[in-house]
T-cell receptor
Framework: SQQGEEDPQALSIQEGENATMNCSYK?????LQWYRQNSGRGLVHLIL?????REKHSGRLRVTLDTSKKSSSLLITASRAADTASYFC????????????FGQGTRLTINP | DAGITQSPRHKVTETGTPVTLRCHQT?????MYWYRQDPGHGLRLIHY???????DKGEVSDGYSVSRSKTEDFLLTLESATSSQTSVYFC???????????????FGEGSRLTVL
């Protein structure tokens, strides 16, 4: 399987704390993306980091990419109850013919 | 929100019956995708399209076929549904399909299929 792996599978923290999710992938990539999915809904794109970038910020989100380790992390700072959702990383392999390969997701629960 | 509509949103069917799921977009995006989502597997690509009448297989294409006769519509067909095809199916669209800067997907709300 080309699927990447995410770690942890589930994470439960208190509101206000920071949440970190990790993602690994298997092949050389053009870019890596993070998506969010609320229960019963479709996925929503959060942020894209290119293969030549090491870090990117968007609001309370910080994404890092280490292509030598084929890994990425998503940090959500000052978490809120509304951040409760599943988070997926997805990579776009070089030569992957327009395919986006998703990880299995991290289920994040923010406790008020 | 991107204009993507999936239909039906829920369907219960019996083993051996044909099923067609429809994805309709109003964004005029070139690329369209069908994924299935199952516990423990995340999202897996079934088929995708890179233009009208241009389609290709994903990693879990067995038992599925697709058609795209118009830019706005991408149909997923299960010729003879099996219980292993019980899943939530997501359609996604993308304006571009490759390169380092591109490839953001916009997803529909999903179609929940139960095969008894």
């Amino acid at each position: 399987s080309q699927q990447g792996e995410e770690d942890p599978q589930a994470l439960s923290i208190q509101e206000g704390e920071n949440a970190t999710m990790n993602c690994s992938y298997k092949t050389s990539i053009n870019n890596l993306q993070w998506y969010r999915q609320n229960s019963g809904r479709g996925l929503v794109h959060l942020i894209l980091i290119r293969s030549n970038e090491r870090e990117k910020h968007s609001g309370r989100l910080r994404v890092t990419l280490d292509t030598s380790k084929k890994s990425s992390s998503l940090l959500i700072t000052a978490s809120r109850a509304a951040d409760t959702a599943s988070y997926f990383c997805a990579n776009r392999p070089i030569g992957g013919a327009q395919k986006l390969v998703f990880g299995q997701g991290t289920r994040l629960t923010i406790n008020p | 929100d991107a204009g993507i509509t999936q239909s039906p949103r829920h369907k219960v069917t019996e083993t051996g019956t044909p099923v067609t799921l429809r994805c309709h977009q109003t964004e005029n995006h070139r690329y369209m995708y069908w994924y299935r989502q199952d516990p423990g597997h995340g999202l897996r690509l079934i088929h995708y399209s890179y233009g009208v009448k241009d389609t290709d297989k994903g990693e879990v294409s067995d038992g599925y076929s697709v058609s795209r006769s118009k830019t706005e519509d991408f149909l997923l067909t299960l010729e003879s549904a099996t219980s292993s095809q019980t899943s939530v199916y997501f359609c996604a669209i993308s304006e571009s399909g490759g390169g380092t800067n591109t490839g953001e997907l916009f997803f529909g709300e999903g179609s929940r299929l139960t095969v008894l």
